[in-house]
C-alpha cells in the first residue's frame, strides 16, 4: 500500500511536470493579445476569447491544406512500399536478402542535416525542388527503413505455409501478396501510418530546407514564420500550434482502437 | 492415372543432404504414408513432389508427366498442411473458393464445388466463419475441404493430424482413410507417428537421414523388417534388442539366458553360417508373456529377470525387467502378478524371434 502511494506521487509529479506546457499552450491562445505577459503567463484568461484561433486559422488554413497534401500520400505510398518490402524480405527470401534488409536499416541512422545539399542537388535536377511532390518523395524514402521493418517484422511473425497454400492454390508472388498478404497486415498497416503521419506531419527541417515558397510551404514552416521580427503574438502562435496537433491526434484517436486490436489479436494463427 | 514415381531424387540444402538418391513409386489411388523420425527427410520429399522446393537432382512424375520444372499450382495436386494455413482473413467458403476463382471457374460451379465439399466434411454450418473461430478439428476439417474442393489428381498431406488432440487425432484418422475411400484419390501422407502410419496406410515408406529404409505393406514391414532401425521404429511399444550369440546346437546365448530356436530360425541360421557367431536379437513386447499364463512352455524358452516397472493399461500390463543393464518390454496379461522389484519368468515366442547382423544391423532372412 506504502509502495503505492509512493509510486503514484512519483507518477503524479511527472504528470505535472510533463502538462505544464500544455496548460501554458492552452491558456495562452486563450487569451486576447494585450492580455499575454510574462508576468501573467501563469494566470487564467479572464474570458474565453476564441479570437486568436481565428486568426490563426486564418493564417494558416493553406499552409493546413499543404501539410495534408503532403502527409497523406507520403504516408500511404510509404505504407505500401513498406508492405511490399516486408513480404518479400520475409517471405520471398533470395540470397543476400538479408543483407540488404540490414543495409536498409542502416538508413534509420543517418541524420536529416548530413543529406541536406545532395539532397536539394537530387531534387532540383529532376525539378521537383520547392514543391510538395519533392516533399512528397524525400519523406516517402526516408520511410523506407522504418515501414520496412515494421512490416518485415509482422509478416515474419505469418506462416510461410499460408504463401506456399497460395502458392499450390494458383497465386504468383503478386497475386499472394493481393490477395492475401495485403490483407492481412492491418495490424502493420495501423502502426506503419500512425508512425509516419506523425513524423512527416511534425517535420520542420526537410519542410523548412525544400520550400521556400509559402504558398507550398507545410504547416510547421508556417507556423515558425508566423512569429514576426519585431513582436510576437503569443495567443495566436499558440492556438496554431494547437491547431497544428489536431491532425496526428484524431489519428491516434480513429486508428488506436485498431492499433490496440491490432496487437491483442497477436498472431495471425489461421 | 494419377501415379507418383520419384527416380534418383536428391535434395540437398547446402551441405545437409536431406534426400538422398530415392527411388519409389506410389501407385494409382493407393495411401502411401512416409514415415520417419523428425529430420528423416519426409516432409522434403512431399515439398518436393509439391513443387515447394526444387529437386537437387533426379525426376519426378505425376501421372506420367514429369513435373521439374513445373508450377506448383500446375502439378494438379493440392496439400494440407500441419498448421492448417488458412486464410485469416477469408471466411470458409472464400478459404476454399480462393483456388477455383484463381483458376476462373465460373460463380454457380465455385458454389457447387463448395458446398459439395463441404457436405463431405461436414463443415456446412461453418462457412461463413473465420478460420480464428473454429476449433482445431473444425480448420483441420477446413484444410482438408480446400484440398478436395479442387478435385487435384495428388493430395499430399504433411502431419495433417499432429496438432489435434489424442482423441480427435484418432478420429480424424478414420475420417481421412474413409475420405480416402470415397475420393478414389492418391494420397501421400507424412507423419512420425507409426500408428498413423499403420493404420491408415496401404503402402509405407520406412525414411531415416533421408535415406528410404523399407518400403512395404503394414504388416509386412511389421512382420519383416529390413533392419534394427525399421524394426525399432515401426511397433508400439518399440522391440527389444539383446546381445546373443549362436551355438553349436542353434540355440540363442545371451548373459542371463538360453533361448532355444524354432525351425524357421534354425533355417535362417543355417542359411546366413549363423553358427557360432554372435548376433543380435529382436523380441516384440507382445512375444513375451508371463510363464504363468503360458501352457505347455517349450524347454529354453524363458527368460528370468528383475522387473523395474509395470504399466497396467487396462487390457494388458507392460512390464519393464532388466537384462544386462538394458530394459526390456514385455506384454502381458492383465492378470500378470508381476511386481516391480520381484523376479519375473517371461516366456519368449521362439517362432517370432528377429536376429540381425551386430554390425550392419540387418535383418537376416
New interface residues.
Partial sequence: MKKKIILYFVLIIFLIIFLVPVYVLMVTSLKGFEEVSLASMWNLPKGLNFQSFISAFDKLKGNFLNSLYLTIPATVISALLGSWNGYILSKWKFRGSDIIFTLILFGMFIPYQSILIPLVLVLRSIGLYGSIPGLIVTHVIYGIPIVTLIFRNYYAGV?D??V????????NIF?TYF??ML??AIPAFVVAIVWQFTSIWNEYLFAYVLTHNPRVQPITVALANLAGSEYVEWNVQMAGALIITIPPLLIYIFLGRYFIKGLLAGS??? | MANVILKNLTKKFDDVVAVNNMNSTVEDKAFVVLVGPSGCGKTTVLRTIAGLEEATEGDIYIGDRLVNDIAPKDRDIAMVFQNYALYPHFNVYDNMAFGLRLRRIPKLEINRMVHEAAKILKIEDLLKRKPKQLSGGQRQRVALGRAIVRDPKVFLMDEPLSNLDAKLRVQMRTEIAKLHQRLNATIIYVTHDQTEAMTMADKIIIMKDGIVQQTGGPQEVYDHPNNMFVAGFMGSPAMNFLDAAITDRMILKGGMFELNTADRIKKIIKDNNLIGKEIVLGIRPEDLEDSNFVQNIPANSTINANVEVTEPMGSEIYVYVDIEGILITARVNPKSKCRSGEKASLCVDIDKMHLFDKDTEKSYI
Avoid: F, L, P, T
Avoid at chain 1, 506456399?164 to 497465386?171: F, L, M, P, R, Y
Fill in positions: 506462416q505455409e499460408i506456399e497454400a497460395s502458392k499450390i492454390d494458383g497465386s497475386g490477395h492475401i490483407r492481412i495471425v494463427k489461421g
